[in-house]
């Protein structure tokens, strides 16, 4: 089992900057790949980014590319998104997400543990 917690959501002004933190607790050894997804309302959930625990590579969704970065401290076991430049169409629940079987993915069902996710509001 992998039991993930997020933090540092908020409500911010477009244009401002928020610090997204999970913190991944039990077998992470057993993972092999860390992803952020988020949901808006009335919208199904979407990939943001992903970072792999062994080579720190990583992949954005176009919507984020240049804007949003993914890391991982595998001495803390943490995965953290730094978002920039918010936009109001960020707005949504932000979910951590575990992935064990190896294998990259940005599909929401590939995925095997989720946090219970963290709001971002963006005000234009």
């Known amino acids: 089992q992998v039991q993930l917690v997020e933090s540092g959501g908020g409500s911010v002004q477009a244009g401002d900057s928020l610090r997204l933190s999970c913190a991944a607790s039990?077998?992470?050894?057993?993972?092999?790949?860390m992803g952020w997804f988020r949901q808006a309302p009335g919208k199904e959930r979407g990939f943001v980014a992903r970072v792999i625990w062994s080579d720190g590579s990583t992949y954005y969704a176009d919507s984020v590319k240049g804007r949003f970065t993914i890391s991982r401290d595998s001495a803390k076991n943490t995965v953290d998104l730094q978002m920039n430049s918010l936009k109001p169409e960020d707005t949504a629940v932000y979910y951590c997400?575990?992935?064990?079987?190896?294998?990259?993915?940005?599909?929401?069902?590939?995925?095997?543990?989720w946090g219970q996710g963290t709001q971002v509001t963006v005000a234009s």
């Open positions: 997400a575990a992935k064990v079987r190896r294998g990259i993915s940005s599909v929401v069902s590939e995925y095997d543990y």
């Open positions: 039990g077998r992470t050894f057993g993972s092999y790949a």
